[in-house]
Antibody, heavy 120, light 113 residues
Framework: EVQLVQSGAEVKKPGESLEISCKCS????????IGWVRQMPGKGLEWMGL????????RYSPSFQGQVTISADKSISTAYLQWSSLKASDTAMYYC???????????????WGRGTLVTV | DIVTTQSPDSLAASLGERATINCKTS????????????LAWYQQKPGQPPKLLIY???TRESGVPDRFSGSGSGTDFTLTISSLQAEDVAVYYC?????????FGQGTRLEIK
């Protein structure tokens, strides 16, 4: 079964750094983009950005540009979301997700990780 | 940025009733060159990630029950559940993917009356 496997829950203090990961279960994922979506407690979905696993081409939402870094390691089909200095307002569930059609630019998402809860 | 707004924020309907959720985008998400509306619908149950229901405004994802349907074009869209089942209790989101930043509606909470 194709899956996105996210790293475990994190509890951090303000000012600390953090990297969470999203590992794709199939090598063919290198043709895909991976997206990150934030969901603050009791709130809706917010798109943070996308990265191409193939060439690490990245697109950020203006709301998150400069606040986080999205990166990828093609060799292990893994995408990352990084903070250099966490704030209490970063407390949220973070989902990684994959568009249904690889490399198409049609960004509706049919595969989701189970989420990583970050508590600051 | 395209603003995506849903209505209502919450909705209660009886089992077997029709439930309708609306989504409005601040500009058209219809791409004229392929005549496709770049709009999707998701269902999120408590403690779970979102689940894709509908894409291209009206194409049902594989495995989604046919009581779920999507309609609309341009800036106004609707998700309809034709006969509400207990397992449909969830929050529903629309999402435009016509342009980045991708934007989601604020969500509509659907409950059983």
């Amino acid at each position: 079964e194709v899956q996105l496997v996210q790293s475990g829950a994190e509890v951090k203090k303000p000012g600390e750094s953090l990297e969470i990961s999203c590992k794709c279960s199939e090598y063919s994922f290198t043709n895909y983009w991976i997206g990150w979506v934030r969901q603050m407690p009791g709130k809706g979905l917010e798109w943070m950005g996308l990265i191409s696993l193939g060439d690490s081409n990245t697109r950020y939402s203006p709301s998150f540009q400069g606040q986080v870094t999205i990166s990828a390691d093609k060799s292990i089909s893994t995408a990352y979301l990084q903070w250099s200095s966490l704030k209490a307002s970063d407390t949220a569930m973070y989902y990684c997700t994959r568009p249904q059609v690889p490399a198409s630019g049609d960004w509706y998402f049919d595969l989701w990780g189970r989420g990583t809860l970050v508590t600051v | 940025d395209i603003v995506t707004t849903q209505s209502p924020d919450s909705l209660a309907a009886s089992l077997g009733e029709r439930a309708t959720i609306n989504c409005k985008t601040s500009q058209s998400v219809l791409y004229s060159s392929n005549n496709k509306n770049y709009l999707a619908w998701y269902q999120q149950k408590p403690g779970q990630p979102p689940k894709l229901l509908i894409y291209w405004a009206s194409t049902r994802e594989s495995g989604v029950p046919d009581r779920f349907s999507g309609s609309g074009s341009g800036t106004d869209f609707t998700l309809t559940i034709s006969s509400l089942q207990a397992e449909d209790v969830a929050v529903y989101y629309c999402q435009q993917y016509y342009s980045t930043p991708i934007t989601f509606g604020q969500g509509t909470r659907l409950e059983i009356k």
